[in-house]
């Protein structure tokens, strides 16, 4: 089961932080990911980490967002910077039965969801 919190209304170059915590899996044996879901839009992905700590990130981000897990508390965050109205959107965690090569994988497990909305 995976648990976000974190998400809330906040003016544009504010930040955020999120958090996903994970009951029954161990983060640093699968890939784990934040993705995104705006009004009318496909879901995207936005960051993921493999489990030997590579991380990769949607250009849209690159640079303000960072994903990071904390594996002692078996919690994965996502830290939100300089944020943007268009990052106004649903933000999900999700696992993935892999190890490696995250950003590709399909992601099988998810939480429900937080909202982030950003107002210019």
């Known amino acids: 089961q995976l648990v976000e919190s974190g998400g809330g209304s906040v003016q544009s170059g504010g930040s955020l932080r999120l958090s996903c915590t994970a009951s029954g899996s161990t983060y640093s044996s699968y890939c784990t990911g934040w993705f995104r879901q705006a009004p009318g839009k496909e879901r995207e992905a936005v960051a993921t980490?493999?489990?030997?700590?590579?991380?990769t990130y949607a250009s849209s981000v690159k640079g303000r967002f960072t994903i990071s897990q904390d594996n002692a508390e078996n919690t994965l965050y996502l830290q939100m910077n300089s944020l943007k109205p268009e990052d106004t959107a649903m933000y999900y965690c999700a696992i993935a039965e892999a190890r490696v090569y995250c950003w590709y994988r399909r992601y099988n497990y998810w939480g429900q969801g937080t909202q982030v909305t950003v107002s210019s």
């Open positions: 980490i493999d489990s030997d700590g590579t991380t």
